[in-house]
């Protein structure tokens, strides 16, 4: 009799807190899996179509652990719609604080940073959109970029839309 109290207080309060947690203006969020080291010609890409018609704050979420080696990161971000880019940026990150400690959420080893990109970026409704990020880190004074990327272990996307 103790042992199905327990499960059922445990299963509400996982229920509770994910009610809690929740973030209802959050309509779009996915993950792209790394793994262990990020190659310069690897693009995470994310598809999705019909959106609101409203303006939404764009992030990119990044999850690190210990081998990564910087203090920041180059990311190049692009915004196609209806198969034509829209928007291309460069973006710079931090991921780091001046001793070391990385920046972001989470316990132990892996670390989640959301990193803004755009604000009250429009959609239109009836497009179809997807988003492509890559690495474009380099080591200080070198030409080239940097062939694989130790310690980027998943990058995504969240997309919220505002509420008035």
């Known amino acids: 009799m103790q042992l199905k109290s327990y499960k059922l207080i445990s299963v509400l ?89 990385f920046l972001g959420k989470g316990y132990g080893p892996i670390k989640e940073s959301k990193l803004y990109w755009k604000e009250d970026f429009m959609f239109s409704s009836e497009s179809k959109y997807s988003i492509s990020i890559r690495n474009a880190m380099r080591k200080s004074q070198e030409q080239f970029g940097i062939k694989t990327l130790p310690g980027i272990i998943g990058v995504g996307i969240s997309i919220d839309f505002n509420e008035e």
Do not use: H
Request: hydrophobic share 35%.
């Open 13 to 101: 309060f996982i229920g509770i807190f994910f009610v809690f947690s929740c973030n209802d203006k959050e309509w779009f969020i996915s993950y792209y899996d790394i793994g262990q080291e990020w190659d310069s010609a690897e693009e995470a890409k994310f598809k999705f179509q019909n959106p609101p018609e409203d303006k939404a704050n764009i992030y990119i979420l990044l999850r690190n652990d210990q081998k990564y080696q910087f203090s920041n990161i180059f990311l190049i971000a692009s915004i196609n719609q209806d198969g034509k880019t829209i928007i291309s940026d460069t973006l710079e990150y931090e991921m780091a604080e001046k001793s070391g400690k």
